[in-house]
């Protein structure tokens, strides 16, 4: 029987020791979206012959992430089907990349149904691309960054404690003008939000703020996914100063360590101008991932319900 326990801000070094060391590179896997989001999907964690195990409710849907870890995966796997069906609810797994795919048949061959979901995938691109927005393809994002830098009398600078405040400010502004409080979607992510900002240091976040004329106009924020990258969780800006997406996304780019080789700026969730948005960026990699269930349990597809 699997022991989970409720995830914690004082679990974040033995969680991240897994996750960190990890090839993996979705967005689900950074401690701060696992800690923020509990409240949503009740996330509960624990660690079996050296895997770090996930499990959630999406929707009132039992699922697990896929282990993370080095080892022989048939006992773990075993386990949680076990797990799954002492809750009375089939098994499936979320969050799993391609290469996984395969992983997974090697352990189990022939017994999980595959289904990908575009809606889901995670946008990687390159730190380099997206810090110096070099070529061609850039022309456009280029003269945005151009003419912000001619237009405004601008500062970047780090979020700090003592500047968190201003990053709640302007989040409620921007939740006034976008009606969060009519939105699920969006009334849970500034829950989400919020509880980032009230832990910035426990969860181990970096971020930046972009001030115009000394008033706050942007800040982003994230932290790492894994050894070469790097999660963007959050970027808000005030839409009434021109640019000043492009300018926050450009500016913390270039703040972000260079050992970091991709920028995982997370998925579109099916909204059509956060496609288009994000495509606009060049993503290196469109990181699809796949829910895997037991073929003799067909389930419906799960949505995480943001």
Not at 114 to 123: E, I, K, N, P, S
Not at 142 to 162: A, G, L, M, Q, S
Not at 287 to 296: F, I
Request: charge should be negative.
């Amino acid at each position: 029987m699997i022991s989970f326990k409720d995830i914690e801000l004082q679990d974040k070094e033995l969680i991240t020791s897994y996750t960190q060391n990890s090839p993996r590179r979705n967005c689900d896997l950074s401690f701060s979206n696992l800690c923020s989001w509990r409240f949503l999907y009740n996330t509960k964690f624990a660690i079996m012959d050296g895997f770090l195990l996930l499990k959630f409710w999406a929707n009132d849907e039992l699922v697990y992430m896929m282990p993370i870890g080095n080892g022989d995966l048939t006992k773990v796997l075993d386990a949680l089907v076990e797990d799954a069906h002492r809750e009375g609810e089939p098994f499936c797994l979320l969050g799993i990349c391609s290469g996984m795919c395969s992983e997974l048949e090697a352990f189990m061959p022939g017994k999980f149904q595959f289904t990908a979901d575009r809606d889901y995938a995670d946008y990687l691109y390159l730190r380099t691309d997206l810090a110096t927005l070099a070529g061609k393809k850039f022309q456009s994002k280029r003269n945005h960054v151009n003419k912000f830098k001619r237009t405004y009398n601008y500062e970047y600078t780090p979020i700090t404690p003592d500047r968190i405040q201003e990053c709640l400010d302007l989040e409620a502004e921007w939740c006034k003008a976008n009606n969060c409080d009519q939105h699920e979607g969006t009334g849970n992510e500034r829950r989400a939000l919020v509880y980032a900002l009230h832990n910035f240091e426990e969860l181990g976040l970096t971020g930046g703020i972009l001030h115009v004329d000394g008033k706050i106009a942007a800040f982003t924020f994230g932290m790492p996914i894994n050894q070469d990258t790097f999660g963007v969780h959050v970027e808000k800006a005030d839409t009434s100063i021109d640019g000043a997406y492009a300018m926050i996304n450009y500016e913390f780019a270039n703040h972000i360590p260079e050992q970091y080789v991709y920028l995982n700026r997370e998925e579109d969730l099916g909204i059509e101008g956060l496609r288009k948005a994000k495509l606009s960026y060049q993503p290196a990699i469109i990181l699809e991932k796949y829910m895997a269930c037991l073929k003799d349990e067909p389930v419906e597809a799960i949505k995480w319900g943001e």
